[in-house]
């Protein structure tokens, strides 16, 4: 099995998944059943995480498929650019859908409006998705290709998005080092509010609510949030340094483990629930997951620090 | 041939724990979760201790390598001066949590000053330390 049977498997999950999402939001309106919301907002930040192993595996397959003549890469090309929109859309709406948990999860509900504009970024992505998707399919599938799309191949390269990306990248002499430090900052910011939170769960600061350190978890979303994008212009700006490389995957799935922890943390209901609000205490359950979350930042840091050694990136 | 990439990946986790657990320090300070007393931060100080001696031990090993040119190099001693100066908000911090006990809610104007300044500081000492690898070669 290479990375292009994986986004084979894979790439159903931003459609697929958003669809499945969006229905439980909509279901969530008619009945007006909150509970029901409430997991589509979780299924969408799941789906928002998947992605990313989604797109960087797509990235993969393009180059697995280069060998090949008689694949069109302008079709890739085209696929690639609008996938990277619609990876940008689902990480937004992943945004606000956490946002509106974190906010149910102290005040017991979202503030108002902030429900409905994860449910239109979520119809955005999925729309966006579903372009990428068929574009995705017209690329080995001639039964489904529109007769047009054959003729819209071959055409000026600079036209794409990623071209773009990677001549900053390439050329801008202070747009790398910058990102770079921006990244460096952001998994300080990110870290130190994962320490703090499950430093909490394993027993240390025992005399605070959970309440107290929950409220944290913006700002590592916030570090998240940087080194996402400043990641993301890395790994579209120079691909074949990452594609290769074994840790960049590694990485990638310690990152799904550490966002699947994410939400666990944000949405975690014991530490609220009865008379233990004020002095929660962790049980074995509880503190295996603070050590698998401290656990997965360790081995996001390992990877992505290793890549220059074990992979081919600089 | 393991050496260079172990100290530096350490280098970066210890920066990671000592950054990180001394912004966490300084956003209670600016008055991110004010109700929360100051002694429940105590934490931080022996957990900057443990990154701070990981990097110390790292960062001298990594100097080594690099000592005939960093030495000499401007960059280099702008580094060194801010992790000096950042490393110096976190003591006034120290008296600060050790002193204010229980105290919740806002913490005074100076205590939030040098929270600032304190993230300038190591936000910049960062920033130094990677455009290192740019600067001098």
Known sequence: MNLAHLHLIMNHVPTVGSAVALSLLILGYARRNDHLKHVGLELLFVIAVLTLPVYVSGVAAHRELREIKEVADDAIRIHQDVALFGFAWMEFAGFIAWVALWQWRRRGAAARGLVPVATVLLIVSLAVMGRAANLGGEIRHPEIRAADAAAATAGDPKRFVQYSINQVAVYSRWMWPAAEAVHFLGLSLSFGVLLAVNLRILGVMKQIPFADVHRLLPWGMLGFGANLITGMFFFVGQPGQYVESNPFYWKVMFLVIAGANFLYLTVFGKAWRDGDKDRFTANVGDKAMALLSLTAWLGVLYAGRMLPFLGRSF | ?137
């Open chain 2, 1 to 137: 041939m393991w050496a260079f990439p172990t100290i530096l990946t350490l280098h970066t986790i210890g920066l990671a724990v000592l950054i990180g657990a001394s912004w966490m320090l300084d956003l209670r300070l600016l008055g991110i979760g004010r109700r929360v007393p100051l002694s429940a931060y105590r934490w931080v100080f022996p957990t900057v201790a443990v990154g701070l001696v990981i990097n110390l031990l790292t960062g001298v090993l990594l100097f080594i390598k690099n000592a005939s040119t960093w030495g000499v190099a401007f960059p280099f001693f702008v580094k060194m001066a801010l992790v000096v100066a950042s490393v110096a908000t976190v003591l006034p911090m120290r008296s600060i949590v050790l002193r204010g006990g229980d105290l919740q809610g806002d913490v005074g104007g100076n205590a939030r000053l040098l929270a600032v300044v304190s993230i300038l500081a190591w936000s910049a000492a960062v920033t130094a330390g990677r455009l290192l690898a740019y600067t001098v070669v």
